[in-house]
């Protein structure tokens, strides 16, 4: 059945979207509908927080901003968005794919009825944090016909550097992230940790790393490296308001400074 499908896509994206800590919420004088007016795909008595976990699932897999879909203004407080409104036509776009996704779920299950660890197929498996999925080949030659050599090696320079790899797997830091927060969730902490220290490895000027990891040290009740974690991610990122607060609190509780 795809409500089915869907129900089961969309509850998978709102596990996805779980360690998210949405921007959204941050603006004022607006918040998720209690009651949509115009779903179309998704059940008409969606409830706030799972159309929070869609919509910020649906911005991170494809790499875009609310605005992407919907009638607003970037940089525009969310107040002055229409959402219920269908004139941006990406908004149906993303409709026929939210289908789209539930016929392909559907049909893996034809296809593999026994199965139970079964492989779900969600937006980011085909859009990668990129709106339109392509090759690369495919994404630089339209480049090259459009505006020359020039441009498409700035483009490809600009993809190394964002997407290097076979595009296979994205290895970028938020993915290490996440399932360093999937453990931590499971109260796996010293997995957490591990996970995390691997990332920091990997990026050590990720601020946002080395944030993760102060979190789970604090978890493992271990203070002092949570401090020296939390100190780090503050110097790369002198802007990491979460940092500031846990250090500031790690302090107040006679905490010593790591360094
Ligand atoms: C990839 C496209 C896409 C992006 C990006 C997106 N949305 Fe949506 N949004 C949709 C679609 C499609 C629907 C309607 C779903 C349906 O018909 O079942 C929707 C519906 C909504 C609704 C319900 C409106 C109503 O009353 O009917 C709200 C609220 C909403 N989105 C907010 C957001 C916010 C906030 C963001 C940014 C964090 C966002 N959306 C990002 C595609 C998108
Ligand atoms: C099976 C692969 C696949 C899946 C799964 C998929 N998409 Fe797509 N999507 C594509 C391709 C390919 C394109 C580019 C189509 C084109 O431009 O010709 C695209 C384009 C789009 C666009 C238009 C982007 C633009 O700026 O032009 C939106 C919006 C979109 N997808 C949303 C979604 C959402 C939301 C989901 C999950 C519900 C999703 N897609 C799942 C393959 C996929």
Redesign the pocket.
Known sequence: MRSHSIVVAVMSMLLAAFSIT?S?AAQSSWS??EK???????PAD?PPDR??AV??G??RS?G???S???VGEEGKP?AT?D??SDTNP??????G??RMLGMINDQLREIQPEKVDRVNMWCHTCHRGRPQPMTLAEELGRIYVKSGSDSTIAHYRDLRERFYGAGSYDFRAPGLNEVGYQALAGKDVPGAIAIFQLNAQHFPESGNVYDSLGEAYLAAGDTAQAIIQYEKALALEPKNENAAKALEKLRAAGGKPGR
Request: proline residues 5%; contains cysteine.
């Open positions: 949405s959204v998720w509908p949509s007016q115009n779903l179309k795909v998704l969606f159309l929070r919509m910020t649906f911005t494809l875009v901003r609310c992407h879909c919907h969310l968005y959402f219920p990406k908004k149906d776009v993303a409709r794919m939210l």
